[in-house]
């Protein structure tokens, strides 16, 4: 039941199953990377504007609220990875859950949305707290297993980079139409909102109408153009008796690896860094730089460029350097360029804003560090992957659904302690109050003193966690020669155990 019902084991092992993925699955599979992508844009993105600029909750206490929920993620995202590990069902170990999981995070994104802004601080705390547990886990369901048929749908070195490729290339795509939208047709000045097009309130409720339903097509169009495989799938472990104590140890003992330590520590770190830039960038662009609506618009536009490009780029890069040494080489430029115009100009060495070559400077050195961040992401999902088969060979159980469930967990810390210290940051900072509960501060309004110590605080911030992300990466110790090994050790050991059955 949810198994590889067709072929033996050994077969599995050794590789005999295809490992070329038809275009259409590629696609099907990529485009559910669309609702991760949406529900990420939003929070990483807006959240931060929405409530604290607009709704007019505390900065902080937005952050705390997101923080509160990554709690309950540290505990639901290990359990739900092992829990489909080890699910048995006629449909196989991981849609069950991404089917389960369409409505509530449908429903539960619209209303985060659309907030009763009559509500005190306290009550809009609690409002935002629970809508982002309820969101958080319920995309756990979607995203843990959704992910971790990545290593179950190819053992190939080189195929998993180009199947994670597709859906990295959706999930950016994806969300950043969503921002193109805000900012190009949604998030406009009216009569009724005032000149500030941030604080058009129709814009956020038609935002959330659209970001539902895109989210809803993403899980179902991935769940269903993918349900052709689960025969082709792996099959559960053996029934066993669970008890809690054993699937902490089998969850401990699986993750204990030094290559998963290596990117798990490295990846808290970018994580973080990512966060704290995604949360202040619709604060940095328009305040720090002066950008107008109209040239954030150009701005998210340029996204689509650095996801393909990175499409592009990054399977060849794998083939030609392997995945740490490529990994390690996108994540160095990418990290190291995002904080340097901001250095340059508490440095005095950037054109001032208003200047007409700030902008095209600018909008290119973020489209290039872009296409290198989207790339490192892309080899880090495809590194993870191959921690399966060493995985398998310690332990002998299948534990893509754990490995995937780190990556979801590591990827929504982004909004949980970057979006907590981007708060903080615009705390230091020391921002002026809004005059009004709806109505957004605008640059002219800010001291030039206080947008000096947002840099100030931000780009340091920023170098010292990708610094040690990328020391963290380093200690990763798997490439193609060993995992190449590890299939041909797995397929050995198959065959071994099917000589004995049959004896």
């Not at 001032?352 to 600018?362: A, K, Q, V």
Request: no cysteine; hydrophobic share 50%; proline share 6%.
């Amino acid at each position: 039941m949810g198994g590889s019902t067709g072929s033996p084991d050994a077969a599995v092992a050794s590789g005999a199953v295809s490992d070329r993925i038809g275009m259409w699955t590629k696609l099907a599979y990529g485009f559910g990377s669309v609702a991760y992508g949406v529900k990420n844009n939003g929070f990483d993105y807006f959240l931060l504007t929405f409530y604290g600029l607009v709704v007019g909750l505390d900065e902080r206490l937005v952050g705390l609220a997101i923080l509160i929920a990554l709690v309950f993620d540290a505990i639901s995202d290990p359990l739900v990875g092992y829990i489909s590990d080890n699910f048995r069902s006629r449909w196989g170990r991981r849609h069950p859950f991404m089917y389960a999981s369409v409505l509530p995070v449908t429903l539960s994104y619209f209303l985060l949305w659309n907030p009763p802004y009559d509500w005190s601080q306290t009550g809009l705390f609690w409002y935002l707290t629970v809508l982002a547990v309820i969101i958080r886990t319920f995309i756990t369901f979607y995203e843990t297993p959704s992910t971790a048929l990545a290593p179950e749908m190819t053992q190939d070195y080189d195929e998993r980079t180009t199947l994670l490729g597709y859906r990295y290339f959706f999930g950016w795509t994806g969300g950043n139409a969503l921002a193109v939208l805000m900012w190009g047709v949604l998030l406009v000045a009216s009569p009724e909102f005032g000149p500030d097009p941030r604080a058009n309130l129709d814009g956020w409720r038609a935002y959330g109408i659209i970001a539902s339903g895109l989210i809803m097509l993403g899980i179902l169009v991935s769940a269903l153009g993918t349900h052709h495989m689960i025969p082709t799938l792996r099959a559960p472990p053996p029934k066993r008796s669970l008890t809690l104590p054993r699937v902490f140890a089998e969850i401990w003992e699986t993750l204990a690896n030094r290559s998963f330590a290596a990117l798990f520590i490295g990846a808290l770190f970018s994580a973080v860094a990512g966060g704290v830039s995604a949360a202040l960038a619709f604060v940095i662009l328009p305040l720090f730089w002066g950008f107008d609506g109209g040239q954030i618009f150009i701005w998210t536009l340029f996204v689509f460029v650095s996801a393909a490009a990175a499409f592009g780029i990054t399977p060849f890069a794998a083939k030609r350097l392997g995945k740490k040494r490529a990994a390690i080489t996108f994540g160095f430029l990418g990290f190291w360029v995002a904080p340097l115009p901001i250095l340059l100009r508490l440095a005095g060495l950037m054109p001032e804003n208003g200047d007409p070559i700030l902008f095209p400077i600018l909008l290119v050195v973020n489209t290039i560090d872009l296409t290198f961040i989207i790339a490192f992401s892309i080899l880090y999902s495809s590194m993870i992957a191959d921690l399966v088969e060493q995985s398998e060979l310690k332990t002998t159980r299948r534990s893509e659904g754990l490995f995937s469930a780190a990556v979801t967990f590591i990827r929504k810390s982004v909004q949980g302690f970057g979006v907590l210290g981007a708060g903080f940051i615009i705390w230091l900072a020391d921002f002026p109050e809004s005059d009004s509960k709806l109505k957004p501060i605008s640059a002219d309004q800010i001291p030039p003193e206080a947008l000096w110590r947002l840099g100030a605080y931000y780009a340091p911030t920023l170098l010292i966690l990708w610094t040690a992300m990328i020391i963290a990466v380093s200690f990763y110790r798997i490439d193609r020669g060993t995992h190449e090994n590890n299939l041909r050790s797995l397929a050995k050991g198959a065959g071994a155990q099917t000589d004995n059955q049959k004896g």
